[in-house]
């Protein structure tokens, strides 16, 4: 009986903490890293503490978020990318001890940046770049700030993840910032924008209720949905634009494999007269993965 509620426990954790978000910080600070260093170089033991330390500080910045929104996740239904985890909002999980989780997690993160501090000399910024994310990044969710309720908060998400990451780690292997991976940080931008975007769709009802200003609160699902086209649109055109003009690798054209389902998205959030949670949920998932993808590709063209 007690094996049985440790392992149930356990995975009420598991869930609170959302590993499917963690993996972009592991692919935004690998594709940094692999444009101006080798893939043997990851192996040494100061760079996979870096590394760990950056996706630590996404671990607290989503743990924190947990704390702060629980109350207005009671609202939300959950799914794989919106909602919360719902791990505090149903009880299996007191808000202490994802606050507690928070608070270890950023502090893990900052002794293995004091670690590669020691290790890698001349990279003494690297810990105050860590400190600075990892209070912006609470800065999302935590008040008086709580930039999630300006219409900065998904712009800080794209910032911390899409530009500042990739530049700590090309910062970590060459003494300072290179703009090698520009081309992708831009196409990146427009997909990760997009995507953030129809992450708040499916919690437009929950979002309303807990008073959460983002940008889909204040301009309304069908605005945001253009939003996304034009983004997207910018985002293919650009991919074209820097593969032809050999900026990026061709391995990146297959992110046109997603085409469908950006107009799918697109569609179906704009075409109905009346919010549908189940086709905000969809569009949720497809925006989602063209962000995945283009970062997947983005990683396998430095790497090749």
């Not at 909002?89 to 507690?100: F, H, I, K």
């Not at 494999?257 to 086709?279: C, F, N, Q, R």
Request: glycine share 6%; hydrophobic share 55%; proline share 3%.
């Amino acid at each position: 009986m007690r094996i049985g509620l440790l392992r149930y426990k356990a995975l009420n954790i598991v869930m609170l903490l959302r590993p499917q978000f963690l993996v972009a910080s592991a692919i935004m600070f690998l594709l940094g890293f692999m444009a101006v260093g080798g893939p043997d170089d990851i192996l040494e033991a100061p760079y996979l503490a870096a590394l760990a330390s950056a996706v630590l500080v996404q671990l607290s910045a989503g743990l924190v978020n947990e704390y702060t929104d629980w109350k207005g996740d009671r609202f939300a239904r959950k799914s794989l990318f919106a909602g919360g985890s719902g791990e505090i909002a149903t009880g299996r999980v007191t808000p202490s001890a994802a606050l507690s989780l928070a608070i270890v997690s950023v502090a893990i993160a900052i002794a293995l940046g004091i670690y590669v501090d020691a290790e890698l000399e001349g990279r003494e910024l690297f810990l105050p770049l860590l400190i600075a994310s990892a209070v912006l990044a609470w800065c999302f969710s935590v008040r008086p700030i709580r930039l999630v309720n300006t219409a900065f908060g998904e712009l800080l998400e794209i910032a911390l993840l899409v530009w500042i990451l990739p530049m700590m780690a090309m910062y970590l292997v060459t003494g300072a910032w290179t703009d090698d991976v520009l081309p992708y940080q831009f196409v990146l931008t427009m997909f990760g924008l997009a995507s953030i975007i129809g992450v708040e769709f499916p919690d437009k009802q929950a979002d309303i209720r807990s008073m959460k200003r983002n940008l889909t609160y204040r301009f309304g699902v069908e605005r945001m949905a253009e939003v996304q086209c034009v983004l997207l649109f910018v985002g293919y055109a650009s991919t074209v634009a820097f593969v032809l003009s050999g900026y990026m690798g061709w391995v990146n054209v297959l992110v046109f494999a997603t085409l469908l389902y950006g107009w799918t998205s697109i569609v179906i959030m704009k075409a109905p007269k009346h919010y549908d949670y189940e086709w905000a949920r969809s569009s949720t998932t497809m925006m989602t993965s063209i962000f995945v993808v283009s970062m997947a590709l983005a990683l396998i063209d430095v790497v090749i």
